[in-house]
């Protein structure tokens, strides 16, 4: 019985097919079968129910999953922690990154980031969605909010203000907002694109968080169509800050109840656990860090 062995059990085990974990660990699918076949002889216990339509893991199988799943961590955590001795500054990274920033300030600060470092290619995909890094192969995203899974690494980047404005236009035609209660009688645009909070606008006022129930006649999970929707004096939206900064220095929106404080919410870049970063994922985060204070403004 070796380490090989056990990540081979770990692929069928995660594949849920002998066909499957053989093309992927470049083997027959008889040649896996019986690898898989004598570990089970050396452990003397059989770890994998075989039938005609699917794999399941006996009781045995479980347990050596857990265990066998944490020593092939290990093992990339060891290569890992060489990775930048090794292989220097080389490969490619897959990332995603949420729309407004890719097109506010990531496609330029990557684009910048791949110049510098000619022999590193970055995969870079515009997504609002929280994706799976680890079964999509994906070495880093950037999200804000709260971080569910406790099996990533989470590193702060910035703090994204919120603002609630409309256009000139639109307050002209309906009246200004002086409180929460008075948006009731206004046409509010709805961002739908968050966990919470997209009828419920949450602020806080003298340390006291308030929220109010509001309506329109537009929701959308788009931030840009949101602004669009506002620009054209529609409504009044809840959005970040940065997605209509310059709006509201050249006037073109106005920001309105300025005496609340509005969400606040951190942005990071996410990552799959390792005791080891790479260094060229350690750089990249560090690039793209810079590349938000800089913009700290619209944020």
Known sequence: MNAADLTLFVNVADAGSFNKAAQQAGLSTPALSKRISKLEQDL???????TTRRLSLSEAGESLY???????GQVSDAIASV?????????TIKMSVPTISGELLLAEA???FCQKYPNITVDMRLENDFVDLVGEGLDLAIRTGK???SSLIAKPLIQSNWVVCCSPSYIQRHGDVRSLEALKDHNCLAYT???????????TRNNIEESVRISGSFATNNAQALRKAALAGFGIVYVPRCCVYEDLQQGKLVAILTDYQPRRLGVYAIYPFTKYLPEKLRLLIEHIKQAYQAKSKYF
């Open 44 to 50: 003397g216990a059989q770890l994998i129910h075989r």
């Open 66 to 72: 857990v265990h066998a799943k944490n020593i092939e």
């Open 110 to 112: 990557v684009a910048e």
């Open 147 to 149: 971080l569910e899974d």
């Open 193 to 203: 694109y968050q966990a919470q909070g997209s009828f419920d606008w949450r602020f």
């Open 83 to 91: 990775s930048a001795f090794s292989q220097g500054l080389t490969g």
